[in-house]
């Protein structure tokens, strides 16, 4: 017990504080902070609100957008895969494999499939006569881009569904087909309501890891920027490039912090995260006892 | 006798027996979904198809709108290795995957335990802490840590920036997740199990070690496969931590790096990517079963 409890002050309680005092100073870390009070602050939402509010809409759209899509997909395939009475085993893998690709690769993987002139899914777009899109290289496109690349990695929730609506008891269907309730309402009226408290939890980690997006947005917006300067003669160090389109919350923060080293803003900016995440999840949960059914024992 | 039990027979049977429209139905709708599924699974595994063929083509094939490789160039792998460290890259990333996951057991085990199966004063607000941990974007500690790691390295006259070590030593302090995730198993191991044990006069201890650990193979097995594939897959914090000292980039910045060191190559690239990927892939099925499960557990119990 006892080095955890070390471990949680060292790497967790005193992290969180120290942000916040961080917060109120300047600290370029080569000379000790300096007190400036709300001045971070006053900076994130007066002179620098552009790039700020960019960044939150971004990271928004990806959990607005990709979310949904990601937790559809998954109970879609997991329903799917009940379905069918051939290979469930097989389909299985199929649909899991993709979740284990590491971040980095799956996404090398996608610049390259979606590279706007030769890649192999603008060539077959071609081959039925459709123009295909810039991808990558598209200020409108770039997101809906990594939301394809998030859908391609379901894999993990995707099982997590699997093994909730195989868990659905039986009786329940069959006495709603004896009461004339059609394929369809059975899912709206028994399958939905029995895994509610599994979607919840996969709209929940969804959340969490649309705040914290980085892996994704990071490698792609600097493939994608190093392929346009090879291209075009662009310049490259575009922060999320293209046009600012992947300039996600925390990828502004790893910048702020990292690349320029203006430690106590983006301590500021962590603080705003915390904040921000902490409320969000509260809602959700909040909310969610309005949807969510636990049916049987109560933990 | 038996002319008592014939006609409940055909009475069955003939219960039984589904009318042909029906039944041409069910087939259709059958095939339906099978072909749903087949073109679905068809997308997902394009992606490593392409990938795959652009691995063994030539750098001006893969420039080119061509999508199957002619001729096959499985040259491509051993150029890979000479273009970059690839080795280096893997041995940091093998280093960083093991002293983490030793630490994972080592520090989770037991705190899972005292969760799960000891009563005391304040259980379960740490066990709220747990959950806190485990919600925390990272970015939001990592300005304080990075410093800390900074000053502690000018401290020991040993810099820990551009080292693994921030990223090893949490791990020894306990990992949320994991503590998360044992627990859940560790609470569906009956009491009674632990209960005749301390008749018998075993310590907490020794239960853990004997009576918990054996029980729990398949919970420790599957933390510390997640444990392992943490580490091969993390990008943000080893970026943070080693991306001022090349010499100690794990795979997965190194291989973010790859495309920077050699320009246009899209076939290395690609073929350094199968590569990143394979790794995982054998290691899923080897142990399907134990991430599966795993995988099942995080979910179901949440």
Not at chain 1, 10 to 20: K, R, T
Not at chain 1, 26 to 36: E, G
Not at chain 1, 277 to 287: E, H, P, Y
Request: glycine share 6%.
């Amino acid at each position: 017990m006892s080095p955890w409890i070390v471990g949680f002050a060292v790497f967790i309680a005193y992290p969180l504080f120290f942000s916040v005092y961080l917060s109120f100073t300047h600290y370029d870390l080569l000379n000790p902070p300096r007190w400036i009070g709300l001045a971070n602050y006053k900076y994130m939402f007066g002179d620098d609100r552009t790039q700020i509010f960019q960044s939150i809409r971004n990271t928004l759209f990806i959990i607005a957008v990709g979310v949904p899509l990601q937790v559809l997909f998954s109970f879609g395939i997991a329903v799917m895969l009940t379905r069918a009475k051939m290979g469930i085993g097989f389909f299985r893998t199929v649909f899991y494999l993709p979740a284990l690709a590491p971040p980095v690769a799956a996404t090398l993987g996608f610049v390259y499939l979606l590279n706007p002139a030769t890649g192999p899914v603008n060539t077959a777009l071609k081959a039925i006569g459709i123009q295909g899109p810039l991808w990558f290289n598209d200020p409108s496109w770039a997101k809906p881009s990594l939301v394809v690349l998030s859908i391609w990695g379901v894999g993990n929730t995707m099982i997590i569904f699997l093994a909730a609506v195989l868990d659905v008891p039986k009786q329940l269907y069959e006495s709603a087909e004896l009461d004339g309730a059609g394929p369809f309402q059975r899912l709206r009226m028994v399958t939905l309501p029995t895994i509610s408290p599994v979607i919840l939890f996969s709209v929940v980690i969804g959340v969490i890891a649309g705040l914290q997006y980085f892996t994704q947005a990071y490698v792609a917006a600097g493939v994608a920027a190093g392929q346009a300067s090879q291209a075009g003669g662009t310049s490259t160090l575009e922060l999320g490039y293209p046009g600012g389109s992947t300039l996600f919350y925390p990828i502004l923060l790893y910048y702020h912090g990292f690349t320029f080293f203006q430690m106590g803003y983006a301590s500021a900016m962590a603080v705003l995260l915390l904040a921000v995440s902490f409320a969000l999840t509260l809602v959700i949960i909040r909310n969610s006892r309005r949807w969510v059914h636990y049916g049987g024992a109560v933990r | 006798m038996t002319s008592a039990t014939v006609p409940v027979k055909t009475a069955e049977i003939v219960r039984r027996k589904v009318p042909a429209e029906v039944r041409r139905r069910r087939f259709l709708i059958a095939v339906a979904d099978h072909s749903i599924l087949i073109a679905l699974g068809g997308a997902f595994l394009a992606p490593f198809l392409f990938i795959v063929l652009t691995a063994l083509m030539t750098n001006q094939q893969a420039l080119s709108a061509h999508l199957w490789p002619s001729p096959f160039r499985w040259h491509n792998f051993v150029d890979v290795f000479t273009q970059a460290p690839l080795w280096r890259w893997t041995l940091n990333t093998m280093i960083y995957a093991t002293l983490a996951t030793l630490g994972v057991l080592f520090s989770s085990i037991p705190v899972a335990y005292a969760l799960s199966k000891l009563r005391w004063r304040g259980r379960d607000g740490v066990f709220l802490l747990v959950l806190v941990a485990l919600m925390l974007p990272p970015q939001v500690s990592v300005v304080p840590l990075y410093v800390m790691w900074a000053k502690l390295g000018h401290h020991i006259h040993f810099e820990l920036i551009g080292t693994l070590w921030p990223l090893i030593i949490p791990a020894w302090l306990g990992d949320a997740f994991s503590i998360f995730l044992l627990r859940q198993f560790f609470l569906t191991i009956p009491e009674e199990y632990l209960d005749a044990a301390r008749v018998d006069g075993c310590g907490e201890f020794r239960i853990l070690l004997t009576v918990v650990l054996r029980l729990a193979k398949p919970a420790i097995a599957a933390i510390a496969l997640f444990s392992v594939l943490y580490t091969f897959t993390d990008f943000f914090l080893p970026l943070l931590y080693t991306s001022n000292n090349p010499h100690n980039w794990p795979v997965s910045v190194g291989l973010s790096q790859f495309r920077n060191l050699h320009q246009v190559q899209w076939n290395l690239t690609m073929a350094a990517t199968l590569l990143v990927m394979m790794p995982v892939i054998i290691l899923f099925f080897l142990a399907q079963r134990a991430f599966v499960e795993g995988v099942t557990l995080t979910g179901v119990k949440g």
